[in-house]
Structure formats: structure tokens, C-alpha cells
């Protein structure tokens, strides 16, 4: 009986929060609360993003 892993705060389903992409303007959901100071993206244009700062 060891370490389990897994890293989250609780073992219910996390709890998703409407946004709009800041690219493609399309609405998705993520699993933050998005605050106005910040870009929010959807999975397709934010692993674009991730791919383009390496």
C-alpha cells in the first residue's frame, strides 16, 4: 500500500468553468476559473500555442 499518485484535490469530477478562446473566439470549457487579465484557449489553439514556444 504505497503512494497512489494521481496529484488532484479531491476524487470527484473537477469542475469545468465556461470561456471563450481568445483566438478562435469559439466557447469551450476548462478546468479553471478564467480571469480577465489572462488568454483563455480551447485544446486546439492552446497546443498550438504550447508548440510554437519551444
Known amino acids: 500500500m504505497g503512494y497512489?499518485?494521481?496529484g488532484g484535490?479531491?476524487?470527484g469530477?473537477?469542475?469545468m468553468h465556461k470561456a471563450i478562446c481568445a483566438d478562435c473566439k469559439k466557447e469551450c470549457e476548462?478546468?479553471?476559473k478564467p480571469r480577465e487579465d489572462r488568454p483563455v484557449y480551447c485544446k486546439e489553439c492552446f497546443s498550438k500555442h504550447k508548440d510554437?514556444?519551444?
Do not use: D, H, L, M
Open 13 to 15: 469530477p473537477r469542475e
Open 52 to 54: 510554437s514556444s519551444r
Open 4 to 6: 497512489q499518485g494521481g
Open 30 to 32: 476548462v478546468p479553471f
Open 9 to 11: 484535490f479531491g476524487s
